[in-house]
């Protein structure tokens, strides 16, 4: 610890000299930082070291002058205490030594602070929609010269169309983190290399401090900046830990595709920062912006929204399938058959058969409860919740209804006709407990004769175990890997 060493960034020079740190800022303008005069990197230095008293007050202990030949100041110093190498985050993560308790205290160390950050309207600006989507705009357009050179290009353009996908549709999910609280003054560039393991507690050092909008961010986007940098450190499992024990503390209850968006927006700014380290010369820089970007793409990916539409005759299992489907992946579950009871003020179990197009399953009643189950499903999708959809979807009209739904929300829509043949149908619906449905056989029968072909769903072979039948619609949703 106590030996001369020195460190570099791209935008500061690091020098270690016994127990203390000095980092001195480079005079450049990357166009989201201006260190390019004196002036400025003297009142970064200063902003420094307040903003990062908030984590760490007994490591920043202030800003020295650097003096010329003339006595007078040409530059300024952060100093600071220094922390031993060894127990940086980064290198515990490399060594695969254990770091789940350090990763538990940081989790509950940045939702206390959320808890009580600064807040008001210029800064919930920041954490809005369209705020957002100019930061990522911004990025795409730092980054599109490397295309071909530091970033592969078809790799940058799927993370641009599937980033600007989610974002025009989630609106009044952001509205909503604004409402709830979310958007404070955080610390924005939580990095593995900056958190250091100590015995008596984690030390967060180098908030981002260059520009305050930066760091006016929703807590989980803070958050996953570390979950991005552990996955890209190879510990995807404890980025996962890290982001659960976050939203523990912080009673934080948002969609999991918002956890995968700020994941994958913090690897391409990093990505961005790699491509710029890339044309300083930086040998390492080109792969490590690959490795981000695939990082990037690959929650995307995974974060998509989605519309699940799973249809199909009685006794085809489409019931089962979908709230299988729901569970397995953890997402909202709208039943047409529980919503046409509710609309009727009728219990989910309670008994309504009538005659084929009759009573409560009338062409009338029919579209009214496919026009609830899209009002529902829309909300869900527009706050970021893939929603699974269990209902018959035997009119073309009503199915296109949710075609429409999910081209306005900018959702995927997936569809699966479940199929089995009817000797099992008709045994199930013999058998089965009773439930929402009133479908009998010959509901069922009258239902064939009248379904409109639906060639555009999936088939789903569903005469066998659930288990089988969900493997099929699983298969169907798993994103394809990055390409090399």
Known sequence: MTGAAVSETHCGIVFFAGDRAYKLKKPVDLGFLDFSSRELRERACHREVELNRRFAPDVYLGVADVS????????????????????????????????????????????????????????????????????????????????????????????????LAFLAGREPLFDARITAGHVADGHGDLLATDIFCLDDGPRILDCLEFDDRLRFLDGLDDAAFLAMDLERLGAPDSADRFLDWYVEYAADPAPRSLRHHYI??????????ACLRHAQGDPDAAAEADTLARVALRHLRAGKVR??????????????????????????????????????????SAPA?????????????????????????????????????????????????????ADEAHAEL????????????????????????????????????????WPEAAPIDTSGPLGKALEQALALLTPAPPRP
């Not at 040409?74 to 060594?95: K, N, T």
């Not at 909300?379 to 979807?393: H, I, M």
Request: proline share 7%; charged share 25%.
């Open 68 to 163: 010329g030949p003339d006595g007078r100041p040409c530059d300024h110093l952060v100093v600071m205490r220094r922390m031993p190498s060894e127990r940086r985050l980064s290198a515990l993560v490399r060594d695969h030594a254990p770091v789940d308790d350090a990763l538990r205290g940081i989790a509950r160390i940045l939702a206390a602070w959320h808890a009580r950050a600064p807040r008001g309207p210029h800064i919930s600006a920041q954490g809005a929609r369209d705020a957002l989507r100019a930061r990522w705009r911004q990025s795409f357009d730092q980054v599109r010269p490397f295309h071909g050179r530091a970033i592969d290009a078809a790799r940058a353009t799927e993370i641009e169309n599937l980033a």
């Open 264 to 273: 994958a927006y913090r690897a391409f700014v990093r990505a961005k920062i």
């Open 353 to 405: 058969a009538a005659p084929y197009g009759t009573g409560l399953y009338s062409p009338e009643w029919t579209r009214r409860t496919y026009r609830e189950l899209a009002a529902r499903a829309d909300r869900l999708l527009r706050l970021g919740e893939t929603v699974v959809l269990d209902a018959s979807c035997t009119s073309a009209p009503d199915r296109a209804v949710f075609v429409g739904l």
């Open 414 to 453: 997936l569809a699966f006709r479940c199929e089995t043949p009817p000797d099992i149908a008709a045994a199930r619906i013999r058998t089965r407990p009773h439930g929402p449905s009133d479908a009998d056989a010959g509901i069922a029968t009258a239902m064939s004769a009248h379904a409109a072909p």
């Open 307 to 348: 519309l699940l539409m799973v249809g199909g005759l009685p006794g085809t299992g489409k019931t089962t399938l979908a709230g299988a489907l729901a569970d397995r992946l953890g997402c909202a579950l709208l039943c047409s058959d529980r919503v046409r009871k509710e609309l009727a003020g009728l219990a989910p």
